[in-house]
């Protein structure tokens, strides 16, 4: 078994072709997947490093607006090219798309500002939820099952996640609502490098943002046939924390139709500072009865 922070560090260890025209180019590779798919948290944190490398040290992420374009194979590289579309003063764009074998598989728009003086507010952190060392973790959670999935559920993925109030894996338990959280953190230290821990997190936030869905109508990760991918991410980067630190991911859908879900989140420190807004449309299908 390999360490998973160290494959997530080294996919987000992108490779600089020094190659430009009116782009800037980067390859990156993949984290091993039992499905053989990327994770689409993934190539969208790739995606803000590749962007990242082309901005001053000055400005910092404050926003990404992303969209699924296809299902990446963990086997092909992926190129990343950042198109430089606006620096001014204050504020600077970037556009990164993710190719394998020529076509798109993400398709990116961040906004990078100077730190900036301003009003300050936030939405309280919600009270008088357990602890991550009063819960189960997975690796608990999924004790003694030997599908190569749940495996990767347990002990492969970078990132420690214990759910409020309790994990949807195999089954939904108690009332069926369409909100949850989740406290998480990287499963060792990072290093001291802002930017990267900014990625990271763009990177956890897609691990259980379309729950809330699947818990509103009773459907658990291993439910038969059911069917379930991101189709676009937004998200917006308020304060700066470290994810090797535990932190709180409240969460809730407002809404499912169509075949779609959508789902809203916020990130808090462990001691109630704001630190991300994110927001997801997903495609949610299950086998008609």
Known sequence: MTDPLIDLLSALNLIDTHARTSEDIFIGESQW??????FGGQVLAQSLVAAQRTIAEDRIIHSLHGYFLRPGDINLPITFSV?????GRSFSTRRTQAYQEGLPILSMIASFQVADEGFD???????DLPGPEDLPSAAESLSGLEHPVAKVWANERPFDMRHVPSPIYLSVEGPHVAHQAVWLKAVGTL???ENLH???LAYASDYSILEPIFRRHGIAWTTPGLKAASLDHAMWFHR????????????ESPNATGG????QGRIYTRDGVLLASVAQEGMVRVPRS
């Open 121 to 127: 507010h936030q939405i309280e952190m919600p009270k």
């Open 240 to 251: 700066f924390g470290r994810v090797d630190e535990w932190m709180l991911y409240v969460q």
């Open 83 to 87: 198109e430089r579309i606006h620096d």
């Open 198 to 200: 900014r990625a990271a």
């Open 33 to 38: 997947s039992a499905l053989g798919r990327v």
């Open 260 to 263: 779609r879900g959508l789902s």
């Open 191 to 193: 290093p001291d490098d």
